[in-house]
């Protein structure tokens, strides 16, 4: 009896290691590119070819992050904060 729940937790825990590894996977192969990582890069001065390679993603992704800066501030005109 202890030699079945033996193969049983055996099975169990294989198992266990399958499905993480096969979850793990599929977090690694998206094509989105970070795109803090891409302007720390751009600042370096290294090119979009050269960023792209070296982050696993394509040209294209990496001209995606081209651009201002977004935030929800964008009315704001002046770094003091109003009065309350």
């Known amino acids: 009896m202890a030699d079945a729940f033996r193969k049983l937790g055996i099975a169990g825990a294989l198992g266990m290691l399958i499905l993480a590894g096969v979850s793990g996977c599929s977090s690694m192969s998206t094509n989105h590119v970070d795109c803090n990582v891409v302007k720390l890069q751009q600042q370096s001065g290294r090119s979009d070819a050269e ?22 501030n964008k009315d704001s005109q002046s770094a003091v904060p109003a009065p309350y």
């Open 51 to 72: 960023i792209a390679s070296a982050v696993g993603g394509s040209e294209a992704d990496v001209a995606k992050c081209h651009g201002g800066e977004h935030t929800s």
